[in-house]
């Protein structure tokens, strides 16, 4: 059935930091209608739900809890004269390219000139980690975890066990004892913990809750509610822990389907849509921001350069006001492993950006030397201090002004480790 | 039947079959009560199995099974049709992956006519790749078997028990039968919540039904659990194949197939493995890497997606081949047994046929006056179109254009309809299966948590 078409200058696909960001940078950069959907019942995304301390940092120069901070974001940008559409979810694409709307006020389509993808990244729930076993209740995400406790008050065990030791797990932690859970240990498959130094040994130290590592769960057991987890740890030794909450943290996956519905070139490292420095993607007039593109960054990080590809998206706007625009040639960057990611992961000739590169290991490296080449042709190479895995390190970008719009792909690589 | 205050007819067991007889025996001036020991229809092996509407073509030819299957193909694919139950006519292709296998292509084709099923061709491996052009390689023939459709598994329950309800027919969930006594002119039936008289028994207790079967006096199976583990692949896979894609069967398994299902994912498997213990769902290391690795070679675009969900189901296999099915008409006794992973097709056609079998062993029927009214079921199937899509709906409340569900895209209508539905939904079990509910690739990352909340607050 065919139905009324709305316009507007730019859809904002998700309400988080990186889409009212994006919004807000759209309108400071002169974008007319701006619109920001969000599917939830209020805009502000992840940090909504992350009671702690430690937002705002980096955007907003202040610490602020993550529901002041999220709620400040979203002031921001309504402020900015962009208009924020809650309960409401882009469901997908129509044939024309227009995007499908279901919220309260019912069904709707609209037709945008430029679209910015914001739709964030989850958890991998246990059973994409293909962890066997029964399935009791009391098997939770970070995610979920702090919408029970935080959002929903709802009641949790006494024992649990963390699965990661990502920042995201430590944060896992805090919601825990904050429900009045004791947190049993937390479990790496990787060697060491990827935090901060400082939150690993405050939680080692201060709370007690050990840091078990080259360990992974091969089992969760129990009829109604989980008993005891299976854990094989080094040398295959395997024991059994009694717990009645697993909480699965971190191993963050892109929310992609509608970047891939709308058939973006994908990127096979971060799993989100390809794009440049400005968030633009394969496809003109599509672009990407936040941990779409980059999984996972902290909220402040992601407003920053969220803020970058909406002021991006308003001058395409902008120089495509007289007709439509070709986007300059992009060249693909990619990673070797150990590398898992690099972000932006797209080199156009026009680049402008001064944002860092992001980077991502899959190991620890000690030392590591970096480097960016096309075509056996060394652009650039950095020595690093480290590397840790789950965490983005960062180089400059000033390679890809050198990079040969007619040539390879681009490919960064360890040379050596101390 | 009888009038001293006891039931005609207590059927135990309200999966697929049990909810089938049901329905079946509400077109009849009975009295009928069935006994659940779990708090939902459908909740046991019914909901855990491949979801597909089988032809029968793979059946033993002759046997009971081949005829029950056949016929219950046509009657369930109709009552879908009435009744909204989500059905794919996606057809099915047998692969045949070395020259072994493909040597026995033609018996599979001549036991599918033995079976009166007269479709099933052979086609070469240009035809198959072209049809399928996401299957891994090495393929050296194949089976079409155009009516294997795919089938919503958990409205087909729920709709046999809510047409069986609306007729008059008693459900008791959480209900269990400890004990069973055959006495003068009727059956005294002890339960968890007391005891009940029924002049016939109808035994559809699945995994249990080898105990009640002893208990009721018979013996004549033995019920060996198989495991059958699957994993569920993301949405985004669905585009990899578009029919089910078969394995060339063993004497013991149909073996692992890949298909879509009506919900638009993709799952794979099962595995076959046979166990002691009738409770265990548990999914394994070695079965679900058995299971990739089977994936990888049959359809090698699937395990790059996402994995959303795993799961083992348990079919009711017994030591015979054929579904263990008899009606005692001295004894008021019926048993329907050892029905493995083609009861959900053969449902209706089993009900139809054990209730005939009753009027001729001479329990006494009288049609009621009413025609049954087939009850509409909501829309699950990912090719129907949801509640999110209908405009109608949402004109008339506007909580259908509320999302909760995010991944499955299920409103917020739809769960309170769940919750207040004839046999509405108790638990997050019971919500998912009636809506689809956290059944999607974040498993509860966006919703989990605003879900048990909804279903903890007894809210409609």
Known sequence: MSRPVRRVDALVVGGGPAGLAAATALREGGAGSVVVVEREDHAG?????????????????????????????????VASGATLWTQTMVTGWSAEGHADLTGRRGRERVEARAVVLATGARERPRAALLVPGSRPSGVFTTGQLQRWVHGEHLPLGHRAVIIGAEHVSYSAVLTLREAGVRPLALVTRLPRSQTFAAFDLLCRVGLRVPVWTETTVTGIHGRDRVDRVELRGPDDRRRHLAVDTVVFTGEWVTDHELARAAGLAMDPGTGGPACDAGGATSLPGYFAAGNLVHPVETADAVAVRAASVGAAAAAWLRRRDPGPVAPADARRVRVEAPLRWVAPNLVRTDHRSNQPVLLRSGEFLDR?????????????????????????????????????????????????TR | ???????????????????????????????????ERSND?????????????????????????SGLVRRGHRLLAEYADVSGIAVERTGAVLVAWDREQEGRLDGVVAKAHANGYLPAHRIDTDELYRREPGLGPGATGAVVVPDEWIIC????????????????????????????????????????????????????AGLHSDIVDRQCGGGGFTITPRRGQLIVFDKLARPLLSSILL???????????????????????PTAEDLDDRTDTATTEGGLAELMEAGRHILPGLVDEEVTATYAGLRAATEHRDYQISVDGDRRYVVAGGIRSTGLTASLAIAEYIVEQ??????????????????????????QRRPYQDDELMASD?????????????????VQRACTSAIPAVDLGGLRRRTRATNGRCQGFFCGAAIAARLADGRP
């Not at chain 2, 506007?398 to 739809?414: D, K, N």
Request: hydrophobic residues 40%; aromatic residues 6%; negative net charge.
């Open chain 2, 247 to 269: 394995p060339v069967p063993t004497e013991r398994t149909k073996g692992v197939l890949v298909a879509p299902t009506v919900y638009g994912n993709v799952i794979l498997g």
């Open chain 1, 45 to 77: 995304g992840v940090p909504r739900h992350c009671h702690h301390s430690g937002f705002g940092l980096r955007d907003q120069h202040r610490v602020l809890s993550g529901p002041a901070y999220a709620q400040r974001w979203a002031d921001r940008a």
């Open chain 2, 358 to 383: 009753m009027a001729h062993t001479g329990a006494v029927l009288h049609e009621v006056d009413e025609e049954p009214t087939i009850p509409r079921m909501p829309p699950l199937g990912e090719a």
């Open chain 2, 41 to 65: 229809v459908g909740s046991g092996t019914s909901k855990a199995n491949t979801a597909i509407l089988h032809t029968g073509f793979d059946c033993g030819p002759g046997t009971l099974e």
């Open chain 2, 1 to 35: 039947m009888s009038g001293d205050g006891g039931y005609d007819v207590a059927v135990i067991g309200a999966g697929v079959v049990g909810t089938a007889i049901a329905r079946q025996l509400a077109r009849y001036r009975l009295r009928t009560v069935v006994l």
């Open chain 1, 368 to 416: 590591p030397r970096l480097q960016v080449e096309q075509g056996g042709r060394v652009l650039a190479s950095y020595v690093l201090r480290r590397m840790v895995p789950n965490r983005s390190h960062h180089i400059p970008s000033d390679w890809c002004r050198a990079v040969d719009p007619g040539g390879d792909e681009v490919c960064i690589s360890v040379s050596s």
């Open chain 2, 153 to 204: 598994p958990w409205s087909t329950s729920v709709a046999f028990a809510t047409e069986a309800v609306a007729a008059g027919v008693e459900l008791r969930l959480g209900t269990e039968v400890h004990g069973v006594v055959d006495d003068a002119g009727g059956w005294t039936l002890i339960t968890t919540h007391g005891s009940l008289r029924a002049e016939w028994v109808v035994n559809a």
């Open chain 2, 398 to 414: 506007p909580e259908f254009g509320r999302i909760v569900c995010f991944c499955e895209r299920v409103t917020e209508g739809e």
